[in-house]
């Protein structure tokens, strides 16, 4: 009722960021994965037959799977999640991108880590700032041999706002290139 109810004043130059997500990091179970689908399913029922101008829907790296089969990791890389998150983000991609009455672009963004204001110490950049400002040792797994590409999230939003402006159809990897 409430996605329907934000739908009932969009039209065809209305574009949605779908961002609502239970996190892998808030919890990654069954019951996680089924509400993440539930809440794709749910406003695609409520935008049906609306004149959208687009759909932007921010998904996650976790479809690829850890570790990736593959690196770099690239848009064609073949998705194999394994966590209940990433078969969720990986579900709701494809509802969306094969639903038969979407008539607007939909545009995928595949976000790796997001660091920056606002993630209150969650994110691995986080945590290791507000280790390093309290003058305590970092913890690096695998030795610190592991690397990753994470995303500053003012990044994120210019990306954003790039596909606002540039509406487009497609699957796209959010990263800087660099680890």
């Not at 749910?42 to 799977?65: E, T």
């Not at 593959?70 to 509802?95: F, Q, W």
């Not at 094969?98 to 660091?115: A, I, K, N």
């Amino acid at each position: 009722a409430q996605v329907e109810a934000g739908l009932r004043v969009a039209d065809d130059r209305t574009s949605i960021v779908f961002a609502s997500d239970i996190t892998r990091l808030a919890e990654d179970s069954w019951e996680a994965l089924v509400k993440n689908i539930t809440m794709v399913h749910q406003f695609l029922a409520a935008a049906k037959n609306r004149p959208l101008g687009s759909v932007i829907f921010l998904s996650s790296a976790d479809v690829y799977g850890m570790p990736p089969s593959e690196l770099p990791i690239r848009e064609t890389t073949p998705p194999r999640p394994n966590c209940c998150h990433g078969v969720s983000k990986l579900s709701g991609e494809a509802i969306l991108m094969m639903d038969p009455v979407r008539q607007w672009p939909c545009t995928v963004l595949r976000l790796p880590g997001v660091y920056g204001m606002g993630d209150r110490g969650r994110s691995v950049i986080g945590q290791f700032v507000e280790r390093i400002s309290r003058h305590q040792p970092l913890r690096l797994t695998a030795g610190g041999t592991s690397l990753r590409d994470y995303v500053e999230v003012g990044d994120v939003c210019r990306v954003i706002q790039y596909f606002l402006r540039h509406s487009n159809t497609g699957i796209f990897n959010v990263a800087t290139g660099e680890s």
